[in-house]
């Protein structure tokens, strides 16, 4: 079964930049999608398809996929994005919805 | 503006199956090339994939509950139910539906999720 690997807490100050990693066994040859989660609300999505922002998400979220690797990148860091982030990707070999274990993002 | 609104018992005994129903608004369930699925998260818990179904009614399931689990689409009341069979503590979770507008394979809009205790 695939498995994403999410490494659980980003600390990170206030302007500076987080960077969450999303290790999978060949990710690079999916598409990586990230949802934002605060306490106590829904899922939201930031990034869908390795790096693209939907509409209403800062420009400050990026996101990359290479290799066994996918980062989200959020950068000058707000107090507003504490939450938890998740990485998302369709596995096709077993046909199924898999969900990394989520990191969260303490702003120092 | 869509949203997805789940609905169902807060809390139920231990053996007994859960129905859970997300009810669509600004969105049809028959909508071509859609599909609609259910994620729950435990307590402190991650993110669980548990169902989808698709527009033409295919579905996918969680391997390891897949024989607990059944998702149907309701079109009459445009909404989605979830059932789940033989409820064990460890069920005890927030159970959220989502939507994939396209086939890109990710959950463009959540509901707000509903709270399911399981507890003798």
């Known amino acids: 079964s695939y498995v994403l690997t999410q490494p659980p807490s980003v600390s990170v100050a206030p302007g500076k930049t987080a960077r969450f990693t999303c290790g999978g066994d060949?990710?690079?040859?999916?598409?990586v999608h990230w949802y934002q989660q605060k306490p106590g609300q829904a899922p939201v999505l930031v990034i869908y398809?390795?790096?693209v922002r939907p509409s209403g998400i800062p420009e400050r979220f990026s996101g990359s996929n290479s290799g066994t690797t996918a980062t989200l990148t959020i950068s000058r860091v707000e107090a507003g994005d504490e939450a938890d982030y998740y990485c998302?990707?369709?596995?096709?070999?077993?046909?199924?919805?898999?969900f990394g274990g989520g990191a969260k993002l303490t702003v120092l | 503006q869509i949203t997805l609104k789940e609905s169902g018992p807060a809390f139920v005994k231990p053996t007994q199956t859960l129905t859970l129903t997300c009810a669509f608004s600004g969105l049809s369930v028959s909508t071509s090339g859609m599909s609609m699925g259910w994620i729950r998260q435990p307590p402190g818990k991650p993110l669980e994939w548990l169902a989808l179904?698709?527009?033409?009614?295919?579905?996918r399931y969680r391997h390891s509950l897949q024989s607990r689990l059944t998702i149907s689409r309701d079109t009459s009341a445009n909404q989605i139910v979830l059932t789940m069979t033989d409820m064990d503590p460890v069920d005890t979770a927030t159970y959220y539906c989502?939507?994939?507008?396209?086939?890109?394979?990710?959950?463009?809009?959540w509901g707000r999720g509903t709270s399911v205790t399981v507890s003798s």
């Open positions: 998302q990707v369709w596995d096709s070999d077993g046909d199924r919805v898999v």
């Open positions: 060949n990710i690079g040859d999916k598409r």
């Open positions: 179904i698709y527009w033409d009614d295919e579905q």
């Open positions: 989502a939507v994939q507008l396209t086939a890109d394979g990710f959950f463009h809009l």
């Open positions: 398809s390795d790096n």
